[in-house]
Structure formats: C-alpha cells, structure tokens
C-alpha cells in the first residue's frame, strides 16, 4: 500500500547510489546475493535469541542492498536472471525471519509462525501469478518502481512487510499477535488480488 509513496522518497538517492556502486565495479546480482546473506544474519540472530538494533541494523542493511540492486542494475543494464535473482532472494528472506521465530521457541511461536509462513505463501502466489499473466499480456506498470515483473498494488507491500519485521525485531514477545494480525492482512491481499485478476483477465 505504501511502496508508490516511498519509492517517490527513495528512488533518487537509490539511483545515485546504485551508479556510484557501478562505476566502482558492483555488480547487481552480488548485490542481491549480499543483501540476502546480511538479511539470513538477522534471522539468524533472531533464531539465536538476539533482539533490538542488533537484529534492525543487518535488516535495514539487508533491504537497502535490495533497493540498491535495481540501481545498480539500471547503471550497468538489467537482465532478466537479475529480476528473477532479486525476487527469489526476497522470498528467502521474508520466510527466513518468521521461521527463525518458530526456531527460537516452537512452543510459543510455532502455531503463528506456521499461519505467517502460509499467507505469506498464499500472498507471494497471488502477486507471481498475477505478475506472469501480465507478461503474457503485455501489461506495464512503474506505479513501484522500474522492475522487472509487474508489482500489483495491495494491502500490503514490500514497505509494511519490512516494518513488521522491524517491530518484531525490535519486541520479540509481539510476534504471536503481530504475526495472526499480520497474516490475516496477507489473506486480505491474496483476496483483493484474485477479485483484480479476475475483472483484469476474465474467465
């Protein structure tokens, strides 16, 4: 729900990073494979017990890299197996962090994090689905950003994703009810986003 308004605050800054990243010899995909490496330290550490800035600095650090991949990509001239590096990198990641809270105490966070861990399925099916048959059609959009799928809008986004893990992060003892609430949210998406692809692509 948030990405349009946020890629209009960071796009720039992103882009001039990403060519100072390129003119010094980075690469988009070594981008992408480190922001996943700093990201499955977080979920690491949450699996270990850790908490705070300890766990929300490798995080921010993690989707900064995620955001800066792109530019950098744009710099050097995108591939379609960057595209498809960048998004399997994402979905690592966003399932590491509710699965190193399972980890960390099955007991207490077993059933919420298995429910967080399914509508995050459910959700990231609906958008790679919709995402191919829009290629198929030809359908274009940079209402997100310039990307290589198409990134349908919802509930929520990439932005409500990345401030749920920070205040989890932040205060483990909220993840049961953050992650029930949460998940129902995914439901909703998943939801709205089939009733769009059915008035999009018909029967």
């Given at each position: 729900?948030?990405?349009g ?33 700093i ?9 270990a ?20 991949d792109?530019?950098?990509a744009r710099?050097r ?5 960057g595209?498809?590096?960048?998004i ?11 699965l190193?809270?399972?980890?960390r ?12 861990l ?75 986003r089939?009733?769009?692809?059915r ?5």
């Amino acid at each position: 729900m948030l990405d349009g308004f946020m890629r209009g605050l960071i796009d720039a800054p992103l882009n001039r990073g990403g060519v100072w990243l390129a003119n010094r010899g980075a690469h988009a995909n070594g981008v992408t494979l480190a922001g996943l490496a700093i990201g499955l330290v977080a979920a690491t550490l949450i699996g270990a017990g850790e908490a705070g800035l300890i766990v929300v600095l490798p995080i921010l650090a993690s989707r900064l890299a995620d955001g800066l991949d792109g530019a950098v990509a744009r710099a050097r001239g995108k591939t379609d197996f960057g595209g498809f590096l960048d998004i399997v990198c994402d979905f690592v990641f966003y399932g590491a962090v509710p699965l190193a809270f399972v980890l960390r105490d099955p007991a207490v966070n077993g059933v919420a994090g298995a429910f967080l861990l399914a509508t995050f399925y459910a959700n990231g099916a609906s958008f790679l689905g919709y995402a191919v048959l829009a290629a198929k059609r030809g359908l274009e959009t940079r209402s997100r950003g310039e990307k290589s799928l198409y990134f349908t809008s919802g509930l929520l986004e990439g932005t409500e994703t990345i401030a749920f893990f920070l205040v989890i992060a932040m205060w483990p003892a909220l993840f049961v009810p953050a992650a029930w609430a949460f998940g129902s949210l995914c439901i909703v998406t998943t939801v709205s986003r089939v009733i769009l692809a059915r008035r999009v692509f018909g029967r």
